[in-house]
């Protein structure tokens, strides 16, 4: 594991356009920080450029304070985990795992060793003679991972492993990747523009807008105190409201006198909770979410409150993607 630094990073593949404007970052040994930002952020430059997959413009970045950015990819001692698991078809399970390794020339005991603890620990071991067309798509993640976690990088790169699988196995998958990076103690970068990803995983969630961090921060902070008004919808839902801006959770439907009063249109159920739409005193729409909510009337008019300490920066026309 690596102490990674990024200073004044830019990239731009048209000479006009900044996919990366001047970005720095810097991810502590053994942490796992998240980038989280729309498409066209610029989140998966970043990841091309630290693997030495695409060439910067300018800036520098360091591995335990050694400069990496002028170094071929196999000098890197990074290992990238893709969207699409990048598997050789025509490899069993055990040969893509060690294909790395024999590349850089491991002596045939060691890849043995290597290839057969990255298997366990992804919790593949009885696939290692396995053609790798017949496994699912979160069996062929795993091994994807276990490949990364056989070269030992000082840097783990995971550009959205887990948006080509479903929602059950995109939930087990991120245990999986949280619990390796904790067990091996991992400096890892995860891109993604999946916000309950970053915020249930992430040590620390970077939100990248237009080649820019706007904010780095620990899943609580952003969420509750974003930077912008960018920041605070990119993360979740956000209530405009005249003193500003209020998440829908944060909103309590109350039979005392509230903030203030609002009709009920429209219902969304979801099990273990809802969504209740409003509509406020100037017209103006408001998402009220409930855990346990009790039947309301549709139509009815009922007080709004909130605790003014959770306000926070109401996003505005130039808050859009």
Same mark, same amino acid.
């Given at each position: ?18 996919v990366l404007d001047g970005l720095d970052l810097h991810i ?42 002028? +170094? ?27 294909? !790395? ?8 005991? /060691?890849?043995?060793?290597?290839? =057969? ?23 062929q993640q795993r091994v994807a991972l276990a490949r990364a ?15 080509? +699988? ?20 991992? =400096?890892? +970068? ?20 237009? !080649? ?5 921060? =620990? ?38 006198? !509230? ?19 409003? /509509? !406020? ?41």
């Open positions: 594991m690596a102490e990674v630094s990024i200073e004044k990073l830019t990239k731009s593949y048209d000479g006009k356009v900044k502590a040994q053994g942490e796992l920080v998240f980038m989280l930002g729309p498409s066209g952020c610029g989140k998966s430059t970043l990841l091309r450029i630290l693997a030495g997959l695409t060439p910067a413009d300018s800036g520098a970045i360091s591995f335990d304070g050694r400069n990496i950015l002028t +170094l071929p990819p196999e000098k890197r001692h990074a290992a990238m985990v893709f969207q699409n698991y990048a598997l050789w078809p025509h490899l069993n399970v055990f040969d893509n795992v060690a294909f !790395g390794l024999r590349m850089a020339r491991f002596p045939r005991e /060691e890849i043995r060793k290597r290839v =057969t603890s990255s298997l366990e620990q992804v919790r593949m071991e009885g696939f290692a003679r396995s053609a790798v067309t017949q496994l699912s798509g979160g069996q976690l056989a070269v030992d990088p000082a840097l783990l790169l995971l550009d959205e492993p887990l948006s080509n +699988l479903d929602a059950n196995l995109r939930d087990s998958m991120r245990r999986e990747i949280k619990r390796i990076c904790i067990e091996r103690k991992l =400096t890892a +970068l995860y891109v993604t523009h999946d916000r309950r990803e970053a915020l249930s995983m992430g040590d620390r969630v970077g939100v990248m807008h237009r !080649g820019r961090l706007t904010q780095l921060g =620990t899943p609580d902070e952003i969420y509750n105190h974003p930077a912008d008004g960018f920041t605070a919808r990119f993360l979740g839902d956000v209530n405009r409201l005249p003193e500003g801006g209020i998440r829908p959770e944060r909103l309590k439907i109350t039979d005392g006198p !509230g903030k203030f009063r609002a009709r009920l249109v429209e219902r969304a159920f979801f099990g273990d909770s809802c969504e209740w739409l409003f /509509e !406020g005193p100037g017209k103006e729409r408001i998402l009220v979410r409930e855990l346990g909510a009790p039947e309301r009337r549709i139509g009815g008019e009922y007080a709004l409150d909130y605790d003014p300490a959770f306000l926070i920066p109401a996003p505005g026309p130039d808050d859009e993607e």
